[in-house]
């Protein structure tokens, strides 16, 4: 049946007036305790905070053994911790950080100015022990280690999200770099939980079911847009505070100043991907007076520059790698699977940041053309390699765009489904978790 523990939470969509993202980091969006009662991902009234004394902790961490450490950058940080939580902090500093960017001096900052910044901001603290919880949830594979470790990053996630949001009413010089930060991390939680979720999901489903119900469908495309608009929240904190956090302690994270300006396909491959996605115009083209016609364009164009960005920052493969990219999968009919190197994931996100609200909207109206190109967006995704936390998150999200658009328009979404390996006749059968990957893939436990 479907596990509560891979329960993520509930998400507004709403928007004040002004702009100032509140969906994610409202009182809404508080996890719920998995430990003490069912949760209904469509239900508007959050359940209680779940408190870390009901957890149990695995004796993993047991007591941290004491020796010197003549430059230890997280003492402050680390002595308000139980031991527990301080084995917690050791595996976001010596592991976690390292797998949340690909770029050398942006690993750097993620582990020599975060310690300073989460030494006077408590919410960003319960935002690293989240997302570490959650990277050691998935190496424990589905032992009950994983559902403790889950438990405990909703946990800490609750209580970063309730010491967050009264910070953004006044970003400034002092709190936009940890807002920045925060906001990044709780983006990446959203989407390992999501892709958990939807997995939970499938996995409870008879296997062989071509048509799930409609609360089935709801609840897997309302996770798959948690990451949508979680991507809003760095967004929200940027669009502020930009001069703080672009010429702040984490400048190397937000500045991608070395991006080529003009974005257009680099390969014969990117120009037959861009002719592909200019074609889903065809779906709304004389329709022009219809009331969503520019926002869907606008939506297709920069998915069209985000591919054209990505193949800008890819390379073949070869002997000598870069040391910071990733590997970034193209899939052929003719040749198999094909390995190249990206040089900088964080330019798969950059359609999720420039979309409107409108066509957000759209998404959550399961309005057919929207969800096209979503299932185009998530190609993207579902073509990187080696990173734990979108593990999954393209293949998933294509499942979850199928199901809302329905069998009879399938054949509007061939392309996503093939290049990403989906097999929608059986979707709904529980997906092998093996830590070693695919072969030639490095092994998850490295990560």
């Not at 909207?361 to 579902?382: F, M, P, T, W």
């Not at 998150?393 to 290049?419: K, S, T, Y």
Request: proline share 6%; glycine share 6%.
């Amino acid at each position: 049946m479907y596990s509560p523990s891979g329960q993520t939470p509930v998400l507004s969509t709403r928007l004040d007036e002004v702009g100032v993202f509140k969906g994610i980091f409202g009182p809404e969006a508080l996890l719920p305790s998995t430990a003490s009662a069912p949760f209904d991902i469509l239900s508007p009234t959050p359940l209680p905070l779940m408190a870390l004394p009901d957890l149990m902790i695995p004796p993993m961490f047991p007591a941290i053994s004491p020796y010197i450490r003549f430059n230890d950058m997280w003492k402050q940080t680390r002595e308000d911790l139980p031991p527990a939580l301080q084995g917690i902090l050791y595996h976001y500093e010596y592991t976690t950080s390292l797998t949340l960017v690909d770029v050398d001096p942006a690993k750097v900052a993620w582990q020599s100015v975060v310690p300073d910044l989460a030494a006077g901001h408590k919410f960003l603290v319960h935002n690293i022990l989240a997302v570490a919880s959650l990277h050691l949830a998935r190496l424990h594979g589905h032992g009950p280690e994983r559902a403790t470790m889950i438990d405990l990053a909703a946990s800490q996630m609750n209580k970063a999200i309730s010491r967050f949001r009264p910070a953004l009413e006044d970003i400034n010089a002092n709190n936009a770099a940890a807002l920045f930060a925060s906001a990044t991390l709780t983006a990446v939680y959203f989407f390992r939980t999501a892709t958990q979720e939807i997995e939970d999901i499938r996995a409870s489903i008879c296997a062989g079911t071509l048509a799930p119900s409609s609360l089935v469908v709801d609840k897997m495309l309302a996770a798959t847009l948690r990451t949508v608009w979680g991507l809003r929240g760095p967004w929200t904190v940027l669009m502020p505070g930009w001069d703080h956090v672009a010429n702040g302690k984490l400048s190397v994270v937000a500045n991608r100043h070395w991006w080529p300006k003009n974005r257009v396909p680099k390969s014969a491959r990117a120009l037959e991907e861009d002719r592909r996605l200019a074609d889903i115009a065809e779906l709304w083209r004389g329709s022009k007076e219809g009331p969503h016609v520019d926002c869907l364009s606008s939506a297709l164009f920069y998915l069209r520059e985000t591919y054209a960005l990505v193949s800008d920052l890819v390379v073949a493969e070869n002997d000598f790698p870069f040391l910071t990219s990733v590997d970034y999968a193209y899939a052929d009919a003719d040749s198999g699977e094909t390995i190249v190197q990206m040089k900088d994931r964080g330019a798969i996100f950059v359609w999720a940041a420039r979309i409107s609200r409108e066509f957000i909207r759209l998404l959550e109206e399961k309005n057919r053309d929207a969800l096209v190109i979503l299932a185009h967006y998530a190609v993207l995704a579902g073509r990187v390699r080696n990173v734990w936390w979108l593990e999954g998150m393209g293949a998933n999200f294509i499942i979850a765009v199928a199901m809302a658009l329905g069998r009879e328009n399938w054949h509007l979404i061939d392309w996503p489904v093939q290049v990403i390996g989906v097999d929608l006749g059986n979707a709904f059968t529980a997906r092998p978790d093996l830590l070693e990957g695919a072969p030639g893939e490095m092994a998850m436990e490295v990560l």
